[in-house]
């Protein structure tokens, strides 16, 4: 089974801090996600990685950056939380080329005061 | 452009009622998938189904079933006899493009409650 685990299931920070959130795929893919989810708005792409040290802005990349420097592993990180980032990120990874069958982490519910 | 509109955003239906989520999409290209996609309370998205846009073969699974329609461009979703474990989010999204990236553009979700 694919497994895609999150580093925090609830978050708390502060106005201000930087935040970082970490997601882990134990199925060698090449393709990462980050989505946020917001009620109504359904799941909206933040960035994703298709390779190591690769990146692509998704629809809504403003006040995100990610990285990724192993495989397995892609972060998002909040530069400067702000309130209106409060939300659910969801992590996901799949294959390329061939399902196109996202596979998704727990989802982090981020708070920001 | 990729767009997928869920007009329902919450339904209540009794247990043992059959529901229908519906799912429209747009898409210029000819070749996509189209998805249904599970959020039980827990969080996680679980998938469910996935077409192809060559395949416009309906599919059941239990007391699942999957209505694809090209000519209305639409991939709506059965519950047949609810069960109140069938309470959650679900989200219809949709791949295009030509890219092997697997974006997925995602509809706003349906709340579904099942009551017992």
């Known amino acids: 089974d694919v497994k895609v685990t999150q580093s925090s299931r609830y978050l708390v920070k502060r106005t201000g801090e930087k935040v970082f959130l970490e997601c882990v795929q134990d199925m060698d893919h090449e393709n990462m996600f980050w989505y946020r989810q917001d009620p109504g708005l359904g799941l909206r792409l933040i960035y994703f990685?298709?390779?190591?040290?690769?990146?692509e802005k998704g629809d809504i990349p403003e006040g995100y950056s990610v990285s990724r420097e192993k495989k397995e592993r892609f972060s998002l990180i909040l530069e400067s939380a702000s309130t209106n980032q409060t939300s659910m990120y969801l992590c996901?990874?799949?294959?390329?080329?061939?399902?196109?069958?996202?596979?998704f982490g727990p989802g982090t519910r981020l708070l920001v005061l | 452009a990729q767009k997928v509109t869920q007009a329902q955003t919450e339904i209540s239906v009794v247990e043992k009622e059959d529901v229908t989520l519906d799912c429209v999409y747009e898409?210029?290209?000819?070749?996509?998938?189209l998805f249904w996609y599970k959020q039980p309370p827990s969080g996680e998205l679980v998938f469910l189904i996935r077409r192809n846009s060559f395949d416009e073969q309906n599919e059941i699974s239990g007391r699942y079933s999957w209505n694809f329609q090209k000519s209305t461009s639409s991939f709506n979703f059965t519950i047949t006899a609810s069960q109140v474990v069938d309470s959650a989010v679900y989200f219809c999204?949709?791949?295009?493009?030509?890219?092997?990236?697997?974006?997925?553009?995602f509809g706003q979700g349906t709340i579904l409650t099942v009551h017992p």
């Open positions: 999204a949709l791949y295009a493009g030509g890219t092997s990236y697997g974006k997925l553009t």
């Open positions: 996901a990874s799949n294959p390329p080329r061939v399902t196109k069958t996202q596979y």
């Open positions: 898409t210029r290209d000819t070749t996509y998938y």
């Open positions: 990685s298709y390779d190591v040290k690769m990146k």
